[in-house]
C-alpha cells in the first residue's frame, strides 16, 4: 500500500494506492494526522488506485471527519472503483462521507 | 464437497494480505461469482482473521491461524477459521449507529458488522483447545462478474 500526496492551491489530495487492511491502515492514519497537524483541512481522498479496503482502513479514514468539519474543512473521496463503494454501502457511509464520480469533480467541488 | 484448500498463517497482520490472496485464488476458480461479492467474501475472511489475531491472539506471532476454503454441489461457498484463542461472540454484536461513530471518531468495531451483513449463515463450534466459526455464503443469486 503506498500513500502520495499532492498540494493544490486550497485543497491536498491524498492518493491512496493498493489496499488498505489492519497492518497497512496506520500509514493513512499518520499521513492524515500530519496534514491536520500542518494545518490542511481541505482533503481530497483519490482512490482510483484504491484496490481493497477493510474496517480498519475506514475506520482510520473516518476517525477524522469530525475534526476536519470542526475547523471548517472537507473530506472528498473521489473515483471509488464499484467493489470499494460497495464496502462504504454496506456500513452506511456512502451516506456520510462526501464522495464524488472523480478527480475532475472534487477539484470543481474544492474551488467553488 | 469441491476444491477444498487450507492456509495455516501465524497470527501476525502481515499475513492478512497471504490471506486475502488465498481466498480470491479460490474464488477465481468458481465462475459464477461477481466481483463485488468475491470483494465482500475476501472481506469478510479479512476482517475475521484481522480480529482474531488482533483480539484473540493479541498478534503473538507463535500461535496460528488456518482457514479452510471450499464450495459444494449447492453453490454455496464454506469458509472455516480454526483459532486457539477464546471464541468471540460474533452473533450478539451490535454496532453503534455509524453517525455516532463518526462524530465520536470511533476507529473500532465494524468488522464484525460487516461479516454479519456479508455472510449468509454463521455458526461457531466450540472445543476444549480451540474453535471453529463457521461461515456460509450463497453464491446462487450473484452472476454479474
Redesign the interface.
Known sequence: MKVELLDSENFTTVFLIG?I???SSINIQQTLQNLLDNGKKNIHINCEQLE?I???G???L??????IENSNGTMVFSGLK???F??FQ????DQ?MKIVDNQTEAITFFQN | MNNMAKLTVNCDLKNLGVIREFVQEHLNDIPLTCDITSNQIVLAVDEACANSIIHGNHCDKRKELSIEIYHDDYNDLHINLYDSSPPFDIFSYQMKDIKEKVKNAEKGGMGICLIQRIMDEITIEKFPDFCVYKFVKHLSNCNNK
Open positions: 489496499e487492511d489492519a497492518y481493497y477493510s474496517s480498519a475506514l475506520g482510520a473516518m476517525s477524522f471527519v469530525e475534526e464499484p467493489k470499494v460497495n464496502v454496506l456500513l452506511g457511509l456520510i
